[in-house]
């Protein structure tokens, strides 16, 4: 039996990560900041037959982020999926101005939490039998990337900065956690039709569904090896420049 943990569970990926693994007979440990208003994932799991366990997390918060530990002890946690982000809209962050505050945070929640999550999870991982540490990352973290204006890349420093940094920690971390047989996904989830994916997304016939990024993730997180550990890529397998 294989047993995940998700973090950004309520909605959009997240929740789509979570009912692909359910479904698919995993055990699913869904975080998320308000479980009480999490009605969609609720329902999900009143549903799954004790699959899906809902914990809080603020993925922000390091007392959060050490309560959630409490709760799982020394649980074995086979796949952590660092999915919970910001993309720091609608503050500021262009090349014109960018507001300070905003911008820590968004590397806060989307670079920072990930790495305290996941070392504070780093004996359950290691108990764990699949010992796949997941980041769900974005090619607007990609530095070697060329953009094309007319897209919101020049409008987003922050969560640009924040995913470059996201993926920073974690290809150390498939350094440093290799000895311990942990694997590390850096994984873009494609462009999807979810609140962070925005209008356009809903516009283009490149998007895709949140159930369809979430079903590739999976293939994609199943597939990793040690020889891929650490590669920034997409589901699909396209490995993009860091
Ligand atoms: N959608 C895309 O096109 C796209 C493209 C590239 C990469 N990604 C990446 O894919 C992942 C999922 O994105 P999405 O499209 O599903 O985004 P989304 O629909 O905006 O959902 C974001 C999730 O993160 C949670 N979250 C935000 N701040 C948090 C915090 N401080 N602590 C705990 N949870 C927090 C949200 O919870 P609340 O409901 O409490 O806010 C929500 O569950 C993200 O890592 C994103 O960067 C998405």
Redesign the pocket.
């Known amino acids: 039996m294989t047993t995940v943990l998700i973090?950004?569970?309520?909605?959009?990926?997240?929740l789509a990560l979570v009912k692909e693994y359910a479904t698919g007979g995993d055990q699913v440990i869904a975080t998320?900041?308000?479980p009480a208003k999490a009605d969609a994932l609720n329902s999900f799991a009143m549903a799954s037959n004790g699959r899906v366990r809902i914990l809080p997390?603020?993925?922000?918060d390091e007392v959060s982020i050490a309560s959630l530990k409490r709760v799982l002890a020394d649980e074995p946690i086979d796949i952590i999926i660092n999915?919970?982000?910001?993309n720091g809209t609608p503050k500021e962050q262009t090349y014109l101005r960018i507001d300070g505050e905003n911008y820590i945070h968004a590397v806060r929640?989307n670079a920072l939490g990930p790495m305290l999550l996941s070392q504070a999870l780093f004996a359950n991982l290691r108990r764990g039998t699949a010992k796949r540490l997941v980041a769900?990352t974005?090619s607007y973290g990609s530095i070697g990337r060329d953009w094309d204006r007319t897209v919101t890349a020049h409008e987003r420093y922050a969560y640009r900065a924040s995913k470059a940094a996201l993926n920073m920690g974690m290809r150390s971390l498939s350094r440093d956690w290799a000895e311990f047989g942990v694997i590390v996904g850096i994984i873009?989830?494609g462009?999807?039709r979810?609140?962070?994916?925005g209008k356009s997304?809903l516009e283009t016939a490149t998007s895709i569904s949140?159930e369809e990024s979430a079903r590739g993730m999976k293939d994609c997180i199943s597939k990793l090896t040690p020889e891929t550990s650490g590669i920034f890529q997409r589901f699909w397998g396209e490995v993009l420049p860091w």
């Open positions: 973090t950004g569970a309520n909605r959009g990926v997240g998320c900041r308000e997390l603020e993925i922000a999915n919970a982000a910001i929640v769900i974005s873009e989830p462009w999807v979810t609140d962070m994916g997304a949140a």
